[in-house]
């Protein structure tokens, strides 16, 4: 686990390696960078509250939808399943007249958050439901009480994560404020990091740049710690203390659809046009997620079995962009338009990246299963072997399933890393974005259908996961 520890941080490691303290001083004065900050401040906070907002008005309806679930939840999970570059372009295609900037951006990231908000909103909503909405019937409470009395202060905590979650996500995004920011105006610091080591080769002001966004990154990842340790999901059932009513289960339905629209406008519009590369970036991109995956479930095996220490999943994750960045510094002197070796670091750092958010993702589930099985297992003085053929495997075998699943799925959809690092369109993320670069829309849409294919497959995986 040590090995896990060290490569995660080992791109952190190479930035502080090239960091020259000069820099910090010059960018607090530089009045351009202050203004990247405070847009990168400003979209992340709404992108959370527009994600959040949406999230809770779907709650209600989701926390009493029974069966429906089965049909809404892969719809809410599909954005989180697929490449930024993806839901980009899906929007784009069904939104003509879109209004890039500040609310572009905006826009973006609470398209592809909400309707993960929704769900685990919705299910802590069924939970005070299933807890409390007898008592207050029993002494006539209004629903304004007791949504201000009960419901509120219940549902706060979770609110507050999923907001932080969300702001997270935003201010370390790449790809959404790259294609939908519109210019200067609109410049997020993962913006400003990338045009720094791409277009102007500044290597020592993107490190300090990238040090900075790191440093924010670090702080909110404290406050969502602190935040979830209040966390409660809700209940595997839905709520039936009351008869059901009908309008809110039909708001979060048309939610969910609205969500989803934009994905089969895009389906519908692709057309194959001149691709002749694309089965060949097709087969570099699913080898290397397949690779990725393979690597990433036996670190969650491993971690698993050697005693699923809760401090891994205390590590913060690095955002794609600095990720990349750190390995191009590290690997800098590597002939990177070398396809082989390319492609190992291309690996590394999609494992890099995606290890920390799959343990998340999957490590509370294993580390429920171990505390219950493994101090008899070491008092038995079973090998680690043994332990794993007949026991954590026949209990969580459908937990590293997922992982897997759920890694390949992000490693098809990686865009920031690999823009950093790649010289060229090699990965599907990569060639899509070319496309758009041309404006061939309908040939980028082609090309993304791979991506849709194995989004919803993973969104149906997801799906039964937490029915499970």
């Given at each position: 686990m040590i090995f896990l520890l060290l490569l995660t941080l080992f791109p952190l490691l190479a930035l502080l390696g090239h960091f020259q303290i000069p820099l910090l001083s010059e960018l607090i004065e530089n009045s351009e960078f202050i203004k990247v900050l405070l847009f990168t401040l400003v979209q992340g906070i709404l992108s959370g509250a527009l994600a959040v907002v949406i999230g809770l008005v779907a709650a209600p309806g989701y926390s009493q939808m029974g069966a429906l679930k089965k049909i809404v939840r892969p719809l809410f999970i599909f954005?989180?399943?697929?490449?930024?570059?993806?839901?980009?372009l899906g929007l784009l295609i069904s939104w003509k007249n879109f209004p890039y900037g500040l609310w572009g951006v905006v826009i973006g990231h609470g398209f592809v958050n909400a309707g993960l908000c929704a769900i685990v909103l919705g299910e802590r909503w069924a939970t005070v439901n299933d807890q409390w909405s007898t008592l207050g019937k029993l002494y006539g409470a209004s629903s304004g009480f007791y949504f201000r009395k009960v419901m509120w202060p219940q549902i706060l905590p979770t609110i507050k994560t999923m907001f932080a979650l969300v702001f997270?996500?935003?201010?370390?995004?790449?790809?959404?404020?790259?294609?939908?920011g519109g210019g200067p105006r609109a410049t997020t610091l993962e913006v400003l990091i990338y045009e720094?080591?791409?277009?102007?080769?500044?290597?020592?002001m993107a490190v300090a740049i990238a040090l900075i966004q790191f440093l924010l990154q670090f702080i909110v990842f404290l406050l969502f710690l602190k935040f979830f340790k209040k966390l409660k999901m809700g209940s595997k059932k839905s709520f039936r203390g009351n008869r059901p009513v009908i309008w809110p289960t039909m708001l979060t339905l048309f939610i969910s659809i609205i969500l989803f629209i934009p994905f089969v406008e895009l389906g519908l519009s692709a057309r194959p046009g001149d691709q002749t590369d694309l089965p060949g970036v097709i087969l570099f991109s699913t080898v290397l997620?397949?690779?990725?995956?393979?690597?990433?479930?036996?670190f969650v095996i491993l971690w698993n079995t050697a005693g699923s220490k809760e401090n891994m999943l205390k590590?913060?994750?690095?955002?794609?962009?600095?990720i990349g960045l750190g390995f191009i510094l590290i690997f800098s002197p590597s002939p990177l338009s070398n396809k082989p070796v390319l492609f190992l670091v291309l690996l590394l750092a999609h494992v890099t990246a995606l290890t920390p958010l799959?343990?998340?993702?999957?490590?509370?589930p294993l580390m429920e299963v171990h505390r219950r099985f493994f101090p008899v297992l070491k008092l038995w003085g079973y090998s680690k072997v043994f332990n794993f053929k007949k026991v954590f495997w026949p209990l969580n075998h459908g937990t590293y399933i997922l992982g897997f699943v759920l890694v390949f799925c992000w490693s098809m959809g990686e865009f920031s890393t690999s823009v950093m690092i790649a010289p060229s369109a090699l990965t599907l993320p990569l060639h899509i974005?070319?496309?758009?670069s041309q404006y061939r829309l309908e040939q980028a849409a082609f090309a993304s259908l791979f991506l849709f294919i194995?989004?919803?497959?993973?969104?149906?995986?997801g799906d039964s996961f937490i029915d499970g």
């Open positions: 954005p989180q399943m697929v490449s930024p570059v993806f839901v980009i997270s996500f935003a201010v370390s995004s790449l790809a959404i404020p790259l294609v939908l720094k080591i791409k277009t102007q080769g500044n290597v020592s997620a397949l690779m990725t995956s393979l690597i990433v479930t036996l590590i913060p994750a690095l955002s794609s962009v600095v799959v343990l998340r993702f999957v490590g509370g974005s070319s496309l758009m194995t989004g919803f497959a993973a969104s149906l995986v």
